[in-house]
């Protein structure tokens, strides 16, 4: 759209001669040009497009002749002329007079009309005079036309307008508080300068990326200005669903955060900085094993017991993990948490959705930040178990308290004189199978920039860690855990024409891993269950012994290594086209993206040579040993096949924005379809339509109404389309005019409701749900010899032919404050989610009916409700002192309304329903029993007011439960709902951020609460004694238990009994301990260098960083790491660390 | 997007219809195999047999989630696992074969025979019939599943009917489907198909409990009702029930024998019978290597880890799975004479049997030989004579009956593949600490492959034996006594002596040894003789302890040797004494029945629990 329609008269030649003679005019031209290029730009990148277009829009020639030309009243001169500028050939030169008077506002018509006839009516209006010469339009102002206006005389006011590091801002926009089309843009060197109207006028300065700002003159000639970076309150923009909203007007239920926030920690998933700093996330880091270190972590918590919980993630609007994406990668980051902000994604936004953008480039000369950082890194905490002597004293203990005599006695002598570690080891098992310290590092650049035709950015960033796991250095293999990652993204954004831009992303990852072939919780697991007096972790004359468990140290060190590689591929290109030329506002998107994800590990392992364990020494003092099982030579070699996944994307999309005086519209209407094949029989596919419109009358009142409509291949033909509408309405209470009063102190109100629906189609358990199965089950040999084998095939599912995906109708109800200018920013969202026909398994049904697989249906429903909060105040007290303070809390509690349980079990104490998902059970202790409790303490027998135990034989010092069903004895049916669940309902994040002159300091804790877990669940060998000295370590806190004599009910354990306990292993309330924890997360100090030091070496910036990871955790469980996801301690352990870094621009 | 309507109209083609299995007769046959593979495996070590109190695996698998140690002590409720599980798991199958029975059809073409389907479907009835009778032997109190229900039918919620209805309608089952079925099938790869002599082997089984104390005229049941109000036991005795179950098994002894079944045999050169072979190949050999005792056998069977579980642990064994002292004591002398006739007190002391030469206190001098090719004692297969004990083994393992050497591996024993003496005291090569040592100082031997090799993971291929023609034998003897002593004495002592021939021993009504001159003392001894000659195999014991109702006998106290003694002594005040009455485990009887799964009682409000659950 090179011409305006209808103009036809505008090829006029220019000559060189002409050029020359408008060389100096022409200078200034240029700056000015590319003043406003870049600020046009800048706002094209970051204002987004529906804000920029209200603006062309409403100046777009319309062949609708009824059109009102009123809807023209507010735009300024300026915007007219670069409306001219972009959609013609022209080019306006313009004198230091003409800028003064850009701002003001005209009316006019602009359907299809001339250039000539627009700037007629211009000069008409506004008293200017032009010129054409040749493609140049000379602009010259009408005489001391300002000074009518204003009576009294105007004041000049300069200044300089720089960012925390003094470094100049150009294009910064400078403009009178009262008198807003009165406004200018700094220049290269970040000066303006502004005629005023009076001594005690207020300017303010906006500039994207930065906080606004507002000055008083205060008879002032010279105001210079440092702006503070961070979101721009004004304009802020928030990513939403397909697109972004000005943040006025979202009144969905969405946590947007600067990728900044993001940056806490050295972890290698940015999954593990989400808990306690996005409000609404309800996360956990289970396990610190490089790799697998991901959070898990829930939106609002979980609301299902089945099926996929985890949130849609998008990158870039496409489903992609957020595990492998560097902070470094990131632009923006949205949670979108209610229906309103995530119905359009129909079946696919039942858990919420994560929005992430890429960085894009800016128009600007080329940018380069080098960031690196290298953290030392340790477990937070190991468990720790007792030592030979104690172990075998103990079990001596046990056995005399049994009647049996001890049996260790020698043993335990020649252990604690340090007789034979060969023959008399103590080994400390987690000890010797992990080191001390291990480490990460991490080095990003960032390079962007760009012209108006052409944006760029490219991010590359590596990270490599260390594990914990020991190595034996003897070995020219390492079987240590080592991690490599490189990432690298490049976005380019390119103007094919004015109203044509292109968008092509590539990015990805490759991922090296080295670690043993072994699991490695196995190896902590097995750490765990071998005693430390079994044997030596080798023995001196490098034996290597086993029992029948393995030996730990060895699996750790001695079985080679596995490698594994990972790559992922991720691809996106969109061509979008301003549709101005249809109606105005409107545009058109398309985009693809392909994506492509590959893993394939070799493993080189063997097996040493194991040996039992040595009996004793011949009289020559060699070891009495022999060989258990005879070992590899050589490390074998196995390679796995490749297979990974892949998809595909398209998508298409109508963008419509209008103002209409008072009124605003917005309209999105998309077409999307994916393809994600993993390599099962079929793709996974799904398409659909969505659409969303918005409606703010007066910036005040605002209604929304959103819809997805699509479906998946999951259900039979004729159900695999869904409907899922919302809607939302906002009222911006501050911007009424009866709140003015208060406007100094209360800068924002506003409150907000939706509902609406969304989907599920990830359904677990069951693909293709509406299809009935036969199943292939064991089949059967026939021949004496068993030669002739037949697999069997029998009954499979049933098919559901009305299957169809679960609903989620949520409900929202939130408050946004802003106090004092916005220093003091406050949000409160209360939510309601309802989910219903949940996909499950009917479970009334009785075996006896020959069921082999029950048959699955849509009918659970689970309710999930919560609260999140979140305030942060940021304060610059002056230009030295910044001090921001930053808090957040989530609390979601779900609740099972329906799971199909027997309606025998529903309202029994037995019952789930009722309770939320992944509610403990267990027995009710009742403190442990006394001599009195018992008629006959030998034989067990127990007053016949107690109800009976029926696990096992119980003595003074076991644990005594309550009978809960009222039947007088206690068995699983007295199993009910204790404590709460493993998953914490509250997550919490708080922080300070601090800056003084080039010091800055931030801290941030993360907290959890009503989480709990049952210890020694699961492991008969938890409770000390219990594996009878075969398997199993004790804790040191073994003392802490019943004695006779010492028979405290304040203890830890129970009475200990040779072997295992089984009243006292049962589940129950004993071993149920609240892990909620507070941790100090992140620990920052950084100090940037002088602005002037860094100018004489040609850098921008430099920011060195210390920081501590995970330095410090509170919690009442003190046995191991609370949040790690073991019953007995011995798992991978969370890492803290200590690390430093820069951060340098130039 | 032209292709919208059809972009999601993607349906998996990998997936079988009804109408494509029973169109083919490759899937046919795999229908009926899926409905087979429920036989149970006999080379179980974790179920039945540990139940009753012949087995005695290690009581410290019970961390490790080995579940039977808790029923064994009666750490066992309506809401445990039960490893067998039949409740749970049979109903499948059985509905699975009605499924079968309403769709098989003959496919000529495809070589499928009219004949062959008629076959088929009488398979199908008697793995009805056969679960049916599972179902009911262990739980007692059990709907009978005539059909295959839809899901949404108002019939799920069965109810239990009373036992003899059970037992009657099962019976006519397996009459019916032997009417069908051959005796045995001439192709190869037909082993291990229904027959008509297994329909009659299940049968005669099911007659046999039928007719038992347990659940004839036993009025401890009489208040056990269903959801009705029918009471599903008989207080009332009928004696014609043992009449019965006598005649099913002569009708079994008679098709099998008529069919070139018989005890297995192995002789040494001068035609004697060697009892140590006999007893042990009658187990190890399988039909196609001539042992024609079998007469329903499972084709495949877990034997490899059966003999993973029971070898000496210093030879690459796991060496946990052991038998219990009372099955020791079982075991009759080679005189033919039991050696115990009972307990005298709390600390297991034994009423010696004057009269067998018995004796518990010290160490043997010297090595026994007796005349056999069994060479697991420093022998030599092909020698007509062989050890059975070296000097210096405990005198209580000493001139025992062949069958004692055949199934019980005891500290001290050769072990001949590692040419060495078995070390089970604590600290040696094959015992403790490790939960996985003998923990009362006995690994099974019977059913395990001699050359068994865990290291190598060498096992000799054999069969699961579900039912062998000498329980046919001991179950008519029994079956005969019970009806009537003095009618059949005659008949009953042939078939005791059939056994005991075989097993080595004297025979009743020979040298010195008289036939049990009333009803009680030929009770006494064919319980014992079916205790011993079935001992460890597929539950019998479990099964004969409920049927006799002697829940006493797995209740209280269990006995073996000191696992934490390091010295070969007998002292009984040496703590580190090995061979020394101890107690290794202390069990609780809880019922009769097994209980039916917390589960289904939750889900049908018509089932009721069986008693002492």
């Given amino acids: 759209m090179r011409y305006l329609p209808g103009h036809h008269s505008s090829k006029i030649n220019y000559t060189s001669v002409n050029q020359k003679k408008k060389f100096m005019t022409k200078k200034t031209l240029f700056l000015h040009y590319k003043k406003r290029v870049q600020c046009f730009l800048i706002l094209s990148v970051f204002l987004m497009q529906p804000a920029f277009h209200v603006y062309s829009n409403t100046l777009e020639s319309n062949s609708q002749k009824n059109q009102s030309t009123g809807q023209a009243a507010n735009q300024t001169i300026k915007d007219i002329l670069n409306h001219i500028e972009r959609n013609s050939k022209y080019i306006f030169i313009y004198s230091e007079d003409v800028h003064k008077i850009l701002g003001n506002k005209v009316s006019i018509s602009l359907s299809n009309k001339k250039v000539e006839a627009i700037l007629d009516e211009l000069c008409a209006q506004t008293g200017i005079t032009y010129k054409t010469s040749g493609r140049q339009i000379t602009i010259t102002a009408p005489p001391v036309k300002t000074q009518k206006k204003s009576p009294k005389e105007k004041v000049k006011v300069i200044g300089n307008v720089t960012d925390m590091n003094g470094e100049p801002l150009i294009g910064v926009s400078v403009a009178l508080k009262n008198d807003p089309a009165l406004s200018v843009i700094t220049d290269e060197s970040g000066s303006y300068n502004i005629m005023v109207p009076d001594n005690s006028a207020v300017l303010q300065f906006k500039f994207i990326g930065f906080a606004p700002k507002e000055e008083t003159i205060d008879k002032r000639k010279i105001v210079n200005v440092v702006l503070q970076e961070g979101e721009s309150k004004l304009d ?76 849609l993630v998008l990158v870039d609007g496409i489903e992609r993990s ?55 890194t340790a477990p937070v905490r190991l468990p720790d178990y007792i030592g030979s002597a104690q172990y075998m004293q103990l079990l001596d203990d046990i056995r005399v308290d049994n009647g049996y005599s001890p049996i260790y006695t020698n043993q335990i002598a020649k252990t604690k004189a340090n007789y034979d570690p060969d023959l008399y080891p103590d080994v400390d098992w987690i000890n010797e199978v992990t080191k001390d310290n291990a480490s990460n590092q991490r080095v990003t650049l960032d390079i962007s920039g760009g012209s108006e035709r052409l944006r760029y950015s490219f991010v590359a960033a590596y990270y490599s860690e260390d594990g914990i796991l020991a190595r034996d250095v003897t070995k020219e293999w390492d079987s240590s855990i080592k991690l490599k990652r490189y990432n690298m993204r490049s976005n380019i954004d390119m103007n094919l024409t004015p109203t044509t831009s292109m968008r092509f992303n590539i990015g990805g990852y490759l991922q090296d891993r080295n670690a043993p072939p072994q699991g490695i919780d196995f190896i902590f697991l ?47 290109f969109s061509l979008e086209q301003d549709l101005k030329s249809i109606t105005p506002g409107l545009k058109a998107k398309v985009s693809f993206s392909f994506d492509r994800y590959s893993v394939s590990s070799v493993s080189r392992s063997k097996k040493p040579d194991y040996y039992s364990p040595a009996t004793g020494r011949t009289e020559e003092g060699d070891l009495v040993i022999a060989l258990k099982s005879a070992g590899d030579n050589f490390l074998g070699y196995t390679s796995s096949a490749d297979w990974g996944n892949k998809s595909t994307y398209l998508e298409g999309n109508l963008n419509y924005s209008r103002t209409f005086g008072i009124h605003s ?35 005040r009142y605002i209604t929304e109404f959103n819809f997805g409509y699509n479906g998946s291949e999951n259900f039979a033909k004729g159900h695999r389309y869904g409907f899922f509408p919302s809607v939302a309405a906002g009222w911006i209470l501050s911007e009424e005019s009866f709140m003015e009063p208060l406007r100094d102190k209360i800068s924002k109100l506003k409150i907000r409701a939706s509902y609406g629906q969304v989907g599920n189609d990830q359904l677990d358990g069951r693909r293709f749900a509406y299809i009935p199965t036969i199943a292939t089950v064991d089949g059967y040999y026939y021949g004496a010899d068993r030669s002739y084998s037949i697999a069997g095939y029998s009954e499979g599912d049933f098919g559901i032919p009305n299957l169809s995906w679960e609903t989620v109708n949520k409900m929202n109800l939130g408050l946004e404050l802003g106090l004092f200018q916005g220093a003091v920013e406050a949000q409160v969202d209360y939510f309601d989610e309802r989910r219903r026909d949940i996909f499950m398994q009917r479970s009334s049904i009785p075996a006896t009916g020959g069921y082999s697989k029950l048959p699955w249906d849509n009918l659970g429903k689970v309710n999930n409700k919560g609260i999140e909060v979140s305030l942060n105040v940021n304060k610059q007290f002056n230009k030295n002192l910044f001090i921001g303070f930053f808090g957040n809390m989530t609390y979601a509690n779900n609740k099972i309304i329906e799971m199909d349980e027997p309606y025998t079990v529903v309202g029994s104490s037995r019952a789930q329903t009722g309770h939320s998902v992944g509610q403990w059970f267990g027995l009710v202790a009742d403190g442990l029993f006394t001599s009195e409790d018992f008629s006959d303490e030998n034989l067990g027998i127990l007053n016949p007011e107690i109800p009976t135990h029926t696990y096992g034989i119980v003595r003074p010092g076991d644990i005594k439960y309550k009978d809960i069903n009222g039947d007088k004895k206690i068995d699983a049916l007295d199993k009910t709902a204790i404590g709460g669940t493993f998953n914490p309902k509250i997550v919490y994040g708080l922080g300070l951020n601090m800056k003084y002159k080039h010091v800055d300091f931030g ?144 | 997007m032209s292709s919208c309507s059809d972009y999601l109209d993607k349906q998996p083609d990998d997936q079988l219809t009804l109408d494509m299995v029973f ?21 179980s070590y974790g179920d039945v047999d540990p139940q009753g109190d012949d087995m005695c695996p290690s009581p410290r698998w019970e961390q490790f989630g080995f579940k039977v140690i808790a029923y064994q002590v009666g750490n066992f409720s309506p809401s445990s696992i039960w490893t067998k599980n039949y409740w749970n798991t049979l109903p499948q199958k059985i509905r699975s074969a009605y499924i079968f029975l309403d769709n098989v059809k003959p496919l000529p073409d495809q070589g499928l025979s009219e004949k062959e389907a008629e076959y088929m479907k009488a398979e199908a009835k008697f793995l009805i019939a056969y679960y049916h009778s599972l179902l009911l032997t262990y739980y007692g109190a059990v709907p009978i599943i005539r059909d295959d229900q839809d899901v949404s039918s108002d019939n799920l919620m069965v109810k239990q009917e009373p036992f003899y209805d059970v037992v009657d309608w099962i019976n006519n089952e397996l009459l019916e489907a032997a009417k069908v079925l051959p005796p045995n099938y001439a192709e190869p790869k037909k082993y291990g ?142 005189n033919g004479k039991a050696p115990i006739l009972g307990y005298s007190d709390a600390n297991n002391t034994p009423i010696i049997n004057p009269e067998s030469s018995y004796t518990e206190s010290g160490f043997s001098t010297t090595d026994e030989v007796r005349k056999t090719r069994w060479k697991e004692v420093k022998g030599n297969s092909l020698a007509e004579q062989n ?112 056994i005991r021939e075989r097993a080595g021993i004297p025979q009743y009504g020979g040298s010195g040894l008289e036939i049990p001159e009333n009803q009680e003392k030929m009770r006494d001894m064919i319980h014992q003789e079916r205790r011993v000659e079935l001992n460890c195999e597929n539950g019998i014991r479990f099964d004969d302890i409920r049927r006799w109702k002697e829940g006493f006998r797995i209740d209280g106290k269990f006995w073996g040797m000191n696992f934490n003694g390091t010295l070969k002594s007998d002292n009984a005040a040496d703590p580190l004494a090995y061979f020394v009455r101890t107690t290794y485990q202390t069990r609780k009887f809880k019922s009769y029945w097994m209980p039916i799964p917390q589960d289904d009682m939750d889900k049908n409000p018509n089932l009721r629990q069986l008693p002492g659950w």
């Fill in chain 2, 23 to 43: 169109n083919n007769k490759t899937n046919t046959e795999k229908w009926l195999a899926g409905i087979y593979y429920a036989i149970p495996d006999p080379y």
């Fill in chain 1, 236 to 311: 802020e923009v928030v990513v939403v669903a397909y697109g972004s909203q000005r943040k006025e007007s979202v009144v969905g239920s969405i946590t947007t955060i600067s990728p900044g926030k993001l940056k806490i920690g050295t972890s290698r998933s940015i999954s593990n900085n989400l808990a306690g700093t996005v409000s609404g996330i309800i996360g956990v880091q289970r396990s610190g094993e490089p790799g697998y270190d991901n959070s898990s972590f829930w939106i609002r918590g979980i609301s299902t017991f089945q099926g996929a919980r985890n949130p």
């Fill in chain 1, 665 to 699: 519209f917005d309209g999105l209407f998309i077409a999307q379809r994916r393809n994600y094949d993993n390599g099962s029989q079929l793709p996974f596919r799904n398409q659909g339509l969505a659409g969303r419109l918005s409606y703010t009358l007066s910036g």
């Fill in chain 1, 1003 to 1146: 801290v941030m804790l993360q907290g959890n609460g009503k989480t709990y877990n049952m210890v020694g669940n699961g492991s008969g060998s938890f409770i000390p004694g219990s594996g009878n000295g075969a398997v199993g370590n004790i804790l040191s806190n073994v003392n802490d238990r019943w004695t006779k004599e010492n028979p405290s009910q304040d203890v830890f354990y129970p009475r200990l009994s040779m072997g295992l306990s089984s009243n006292n292993s049962q589940a129950s309330t004993w071993w149920l301990k609240d892990v909620s924890m507070l941790r100090l997360k992140n620990l920052e100090l950084g100090y940037s260098i002088p602005t002037g030091l860094m100018r004489q070496m040609h850098l921008t910036d430099l920011r060195i960083i210390l920081r501590g990871t995970n330095l410090l955790t509170f919690s009442d469980f003190k046995l191991w790491d609370p949040e790690m996801s073991t019953t007995t301690g011995s798992s991978y352990p969370i890492m803290k660390s200590l690390s430093a870094g820069f951060e340098l621009r130039f």
């Fill in chain 1, 526 to 572: 097995k750490s765990f269950v071998t005693p430390p007096f079994a044997h030596p972790k080798q023995y001196s004359t490098g034996e290597i012994a086993m029992t029948e468990e393995p030996n730990p140290w060895a699996l750790s060190t001695q079985t080679g290594y596995t490698r594994s590689s990972a790559s992922q591929l991720e691809t996106l």
């Fill in chain 2, 387 to 498: 050890k059975v004990t070296l000097a210096g083994t405990y005198n209580m393992y000493c001139n025992r009956e062949p069958r004692f050497y055949v199934s019980v591996m005891y500290n001290g024993s050769w072990y001949n593949r590692s040419s060495r003496l078995t070390n089970f005291y604590y600290g040696g090569a094959d015992g403790g600490p490790t939960h996985d040592a003998p923990q009362n100082g006995y690994l099974v031997r019977k059913k395990v492959d001699p050359n068994a090799d865990p290291v190598n993971k060498v096992y000799k291929l054999r069969s699961g034996i579900l039912y062998r023609l000498a329980e046919a034998y001991l179950s008519y003897a029994e079956a005969l006594n019970e009806y009537d002593y003095t009618s059949n004495v005659t008949t009953i002592v042939k078939y005791l002596n059939l």
């Fill in chain 2, 193 to 334: 198909r229904a027959t008509s002599v297994m329909c009659l082997a299940i049968r005669a089984k099911l007659l046999l409990f039928a007719a038992s104390p347990l659940v004839n005229g036993n009025t401890d049941f009489a208040d056990v009702k269903n959801c009705d109000g029918t009471p599903i036991f008989s207080s009332t005795p009928d004696h014609e029930r043992w009449n019965d179950a006598a005649k099913a098994c002569k009708e079994l002894i008679d098709l099998a024998e008529a069919n070139d079944y018989g005890l297995y045999y192995e002789y040494l050169s001068d035609g004697s019978i060697d009892p140590f072979m006999s007893y042990q190949n009658a187990i190890m050999n399988r039909y196609d290597e001539g042992n024609r005792e079998i007469l329903f056998a499972r084709p495949k069977a877990a034997y490899d880890g059966y003999d993973y579980v029971t070898q000496p642990r210093g030879t690459g064994g796991s060496g946990a799975v052991g038998v219990t002292q009372s099955l020791v004591d079982a075991f009759f002398m080679k």
């Fill in chain 1, 322 to 376: 957020l595990n492998n994406i560097d902070p470094d990668e990131i632009e923006s980051f949205s949670v979108l948490k209610d229906a309103s902000a995530s119905a359009v994604y129909g079946v696919r936004g039942a858990n919420g959705v994560i929005l992430v953008n890429t960085k894009r480039g800016k128009i600007s000369k080329p940018t380069v930040v080098l960031r690196s950082e290298f953290a030392k």
